[in-house]
């Protein structure tokens, strides 16, 4: 009766009008704000007060995810108490999801000790990090210093992508869109990457795609190796040009879905997740290898033409005022048209500016400009009237013309990209749908177990951390 009683004082009733009252006695239903939205969850107490079971009601979290849930959540068994302040020392977080199993972590410890969940500190590490690795992305640009935006590019696959898996993805912006967005001091390398790719986008490009992205760095170095035996294709001009639509396609495609039917984890397509997790959907790991198959013949395959992401940026970037383009000295040789290794210059006789939606800010026209003539500049100039626009005037001396390759390619991944969609819509309706239908059924073995260890009943009560 007294363990009954100091159960119940130590769940705090927070009356809730949407959410009905299940479950039996000594059970919390409490809430974690996780990577991908609000985690449902309940909890079941013993009367020496650990914790009997855990389990997830509902959540919005990739499928991914729910592969490492039973693992991850068995380890709260038993437990009296969790020290909050540091997650990953008593609980092994998720792989790739870091976020979620904090926020899962402090949520269940806040429920046990009866507190409010702890603030955050301000993350200074990070943040001082990463505004060295944004500022140095900007200067390799502005000084056209290629060693330079080599290193940030390598020390962004070490920061962002290796030690904490922090790129910028189309789940953020649907995370964005759903109103689910991780509170700035719990995720602060979801906020860091989000900030890095769409602020500089704002005012001068994409920035982020240039140096700061490490799914880029990836790329910049299968390509690196592909030119040591023989060098990368050319898709032909007007592939590539009705080709780079299909990211608009993508994004809109799955922006629209994610809204639809509510779910984050239906996003969850992009390789490079998978590539820096390690976890992913059998379609997912496919499209990844032929990504990387696909970037050893054509430059940033995925970046030109299928990353949701990078298309996201890149509507941001038509806003930016700053943009490279000729002055008056420009001899309209177009030398710098067949050296834009993503075809993003067009050229209006002889006056030159790049598209930024298109541009990932690599500099080699900045370079390779024999007038020295092309710059990133705010002035905006004027091409002479009457003028056709132009694209890669002359062949490009870095990669011979191909032209039935990549379409296959892009056939191919934009399969992948299907069947990995609809494999999320089936996991994460199924998962819905198994979490309604097993919570009564748990729920009755729980009422069971607890009577048979004699514990004193009460009605399931909400606990907000
Ligand atoms: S397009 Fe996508 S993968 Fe490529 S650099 Fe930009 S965000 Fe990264
Ligand atoms: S390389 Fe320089 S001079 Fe030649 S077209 Fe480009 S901007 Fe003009
Ligand atoms: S070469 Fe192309 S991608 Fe690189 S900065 Fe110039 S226009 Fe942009």
């Excluded at 389990?55 to 490492?68: G, K, N, P, R």
């Excluded at 940030?152 to 995370?175: D, P």
């Excluded at 939606?357 to 009237?385: N, V």
């Amino acid at each position: 009766m007294l363990t009954g009683l100091l159960i119940y004082r130590i769940i705090l009733p927070v009356p809730s009008a949407d959410l009905p009252l299940t479950g039996e006695a000594n059970t919390v239903v409490f809430q974690a704000d996780g990577y991908g939205g609000p985690i449902r969850m309940q909890m079941v107490l013993t009367n020496t007060g650990s914790i009997q079971q855990l389990q997830v009601l509902t959540h919005q979290e990739t499928a991914a995810f729910v592969t490492q849930l039973d693992t991850f959540l068995a380890q709260f068994r038993q437990k009296t108490g969790i020290d909050d302040q540091e997650p990953g020392r008593e609980i092994d977080v998720m792989t790739g999801a870091t976020v979620t199993s904090r926020a899962i972590t402090q949520a269940v410890a806040a429920t046990l000790h009866q507190q409010p969940a702890r603030k955050d500190p301000l993350p200074l590490l990070p943040l001082l990090l990463s505004a060295t690795l944004g500022l140095s992305a900007l200067a390799a640009l502005l000084l056209g210093n290629r060693i330079l935006r080599g290193l940030v590019l390598l020390s962004a696959l070490f920061l962002f992508g290796l030690a904490h898996r922090s790129i910028f993805s189309i789940l953020q912006i649907a995370g964005i869109q759903t109103g689910h967005a991780p509170a700035l001091f719990a995720a602060p390398w979801w906020w860091i990457s989000f900030v890095l790719a769409l602020v500089p986008a704002l005012i001068l490009g994409r920035l982020y795609c240039s140096s700061l992205c490490p799914f880029a760095a990836i790329q910049e170095l299968l390509a690196k190796i592909q030119r040591i035996p023989r060098k990368q294709f050319t898709p032909a001009a007007e592939t590539d040009r009705r080709a780079r639509k299909i990211k608009y396609l993508v994004l809109l495609a799955l922006l629209t879905l994610t809204l639809v039917l509510g779910h984050l984890s239906v996003a969850d397509i992009e390789p490079y997740i998978t590539f820096f997790t390690g976890r992913g959907t059998w379609p997912v790991w496919s499209l990844l290898i032929l990504v990387l198959a696909a970037g050893t013949f054509f430059f940033r395959f995925w970046c030109r033409y299928l990353c949701p992401a990078g298309a996201f940026i890149g509507l941001v970037a038509r806003f930016a005022r700053w943009k490279i383009q000729s002055t008056p000295a420009c001899t309209g040789c177009h030398v710098c048209l067949a050296a834009c290794p993503v075809n993003a210059l067009e050229a209006e006789g002889s006056f030159v500016q790049a598209e930024t939606a298109e541009c990932i800010l690599c500099g080699h026209c900045l370079k390779i400009c024999p007038q020295k003539c092309l710059h990133l500049t705010a002035t905006q100039a004027r091409p002479a009237s009457g003028t056709q626009k132009q694209r890669r005037a002359v062949p490009s001396p870095v990669a011979p013309e191909q032209t039935w390759l990549l379409p296959v390619f892009l056939l191919l991944s934009v399969l992948l990209l299907t069947l990995g969609v609809m494999y999320n819509i089936y996991q994460s309706t199924s998962t819905a749908a198994t979490a309604e239908s097993a919570t009564p059924d748990k729920s009755e073995h729980l009422k069971k177990e607890l009577l048979d260890m004699g514990l004193t009943l009460h009605p399931a009560k909400y606990w907000k951390p």
